[in-house]
């Protein structure tokens, strides 16, 4: 089945694209260059994941962290319950077992973050 005039890797695409029948002992060696191949590219592509997470993170730290105002995001949530309007923003209706206690810090956390979007823009 290989051809030793060939390069190993265009012996393996023929094989595949062209022998139907059951993998046996003499597959072997072309088994080995898959699975080798398949592990180099699972390797690469873990590594290149992990230097764009680390990129990701140099450019974070170098963005510098937002400074967020929780307390003033309290307060506009105060005001939007209270229904006033000029606080301009809308809150989802959520369902559940009425306990919102893990979710009140997130949201929160939302709205500080948005403001200090907010503030960068102006």
């Given amino acids: 089945m290989t051809d ?3 390069d190993p890797v265009d012996n393996f695409l023929e094989f595949i694209l062209s022998d139907d029948s ?3 002992p003499d597959d072997q060696a072309d088994l080995d260059l898959f699975n080798n191949a398949h592990a180099a590219a699972e390797q690469r592509l ?3 994941r992990l230097e764009r997470a680390k990129a990701g993170a140099r ?5 510098g962290a937002k400074v967020l105002d929780l307390e003033n995001a ?5 005001r939007a319950k209270a229904g006033d309007k000029s ?4 809150l989802a209706a959520r369902f ?3 306990s919102m206690d893990g979710d009140m810090d997130v ?11 907010s503030r960068e823009e102006d």
């Fill in 4 to 6: 030793r005039k060939k």
């Fill in 22 to 24: 059951p993998i046996g």
């Fill in 46 to 48: 873990a590594r290149e």
């Fill in 59 to 63: 450019e974070a730290d170098q963005q």
């Fill in 74 to 78: 309290r307060r506009l949530l105060a």
């Fill in 87 to 90: 606080a301009e923003i809308t």
């Fill in 96 to 98: 559940g077992d009425g």
């Fill in 107 to 117: 949201i929160l956390e939302g709205l500080a973050e948005l403001e200090a979007e």
